[in-house]
């Protein structure tokens, strides 16, 4: 079966080191996001690509890059890693057709932990 | 930018009753979906439904899009369906982005 995976699920660093997060799909999805959840503010877009070699900014994306190199891979970069970007991270993607976006399915995140 | 509101932001339910989950947005919209995160954390697909209704066992779905709202209707609820409930929608011409609501916490007691 098609899936969407993250690694790792958990992860613990230090302030100022560079953490990589992985996503992997196997959909064969154009489409590719990165989402943060915290607690009062809910999912919010970081980064998101349409496809290969394609890469756009999000409403947070400040200490944040991505790399789109093939389809099933958008690993999300934290330059140098802030207490304020701990939180739990979402990885999604989707089809795009020429009607519109599709349903978006989401990876099972990664609960990232910055002292 | 598009503003999303769900309510209530809590409910609590006795097992075997029903709910409905109410979700505003503020502008047209491409593409609006309902996700239950369940006590682990996982997002679960529930419905894409930019209008219409859909039903899926207990649960169904009802986007008015002309009116701009979108229900969730839980019937006989169980105990597995505490969690949070978030509806995201996309905007015309956002490319697939989708804003979320801030979600209503499920707590369904036995």
């Known amino acids: 079966d098609a899936e969407i995976t993250q690694s790792p699920r958990h992860k613990i660093t230090e302030t100022g080191r560079q953490v990589t997060l992985a996503c992997h799909q196997t959909w064969n999805h154009n489409n590719m996001f990165w989402y943060r959840q915290d607690l009062g503010h809910g999912l919010r877009l970081i980064h998101y690509s349409y496809g290969v070699q394609d890469t756009n900014k999000g409403e947070v994306s400040d200490g944040y890059s991505v790399s789109r190199s093939n389809t099933e891979d958008l690993p999300l970069t934290l330059e140098s890693a802030a207490s304020s970007q701990t939180s739990v991270y979402f990885c999604?993607?989707?089809?795009?057709?020429?009607?519109?976006?599709?349903?978006?399915?989401f990876g099972p995140g990664t609960r990232l932990l910055v002292l | 930018g598009i503003q999303v509101e769900q309510s209530p932001p809590d409910l609590i339910l006795q097992e075997g009753a029903n709910s409905t989950l109410r979700c505003n947005f503020s502008?047209?919209?491409?593409?609006l979906q309902w996700f239950h995160q369940n006590p682990w954390g996982q997002l679960i697909n529930l419905f894409y439904?930019?209008?219409g209704t859909k039903q899926n066992g207990r649960l169904s779905a009802t986007t008015v899009a002309t009116e701009r709202y979108s229900l969730l209707y839980i019937s006989s609820s169980q105990t597995t369906d505490s969690g949070v409930y978030f509806c995201?929608?996309?905007?015309?011409?956002?490319?697939?982005?989708?804003?979320f609501g801030q979600g209503t916490e499920l707590s369904v007691k036995p």
């Open positions: 995201a929608v996309e905007g015309q011409n956002q490319g697939g982005k989708l804003i």
């Open positions: 999604a993607s989707s089809e795009s057709t020429s009607g519109g976006q599709e349903t978006q399915y």
């Open positions: 439904i930019p209008s």
């Open positions: 502008d047209s919209v491409n593409n």
